[in-house]
């Protein structure tokens, strides 16, 4: 079992940044792809990008190239999600997962909480 635990979400204006923690406990954190994903009241959940085991690749959805940025410390079993530019579509409840390194909900096994961000414009 892995248990994931989000932090750092909140209400930030239009352009502002915000950045997420996941805190991984259980099993070895480094055996696991991480990956952020997104979902917005009455819509499907959306991935937002994954990183690999080791960090050495980072995969991105379109709509948050250039302004997100997903980093992982497995000395600290911790992966982030650094937000920049963010907009008012930017809005949701941001999960974290535990998996393979994959852009598909299906393949991520253990799930966070969640953690609300809510962008005003």
């Known amino acids: 079992q892995v248990q994931l635990v989000e932090s750092g979400g909140g209400l930030v204006q239009a352009g502002g940044s915000l950045r997420l923690s996941c805190a991984a406990s259980?099993?070895?954190?480094?055996?696991?792809?991480m990956g952020w994903f997104r979902q917005a009241p009455g819509k499907e959940r959306e991935f937002v990008g994954g990183?690999?085991?080791?960090?050495?690749?980072?995969y991105y959805a379109d709509s948050v190239k250039g302004r997100f940025t997903i980093s992982r410390d497995n000395a600290q079993n911790t992966v982030y999600l650094q937000m920049t530019s963010l907009k008012p579509e930017d809005t949701a409840v941001y999960y974290c997962?535990?998996?393979?390194?994959?852009?598909?909900?299906?393949?991520?096994?253990?799930w966070g909480q969640g953690t609300q961000v809510t962008i005003s414009s």
């Open positions: 997962a535990a998996g393979s390194y994959s852009s598909l909900s299906h393949n991520y096994r253990y």
């Open positions: 259980g099993r070895t954190f480094s055996n696991y792809g």
């Open positions: 990183i690999s085991r080791s960090g050495d690749r980072i």
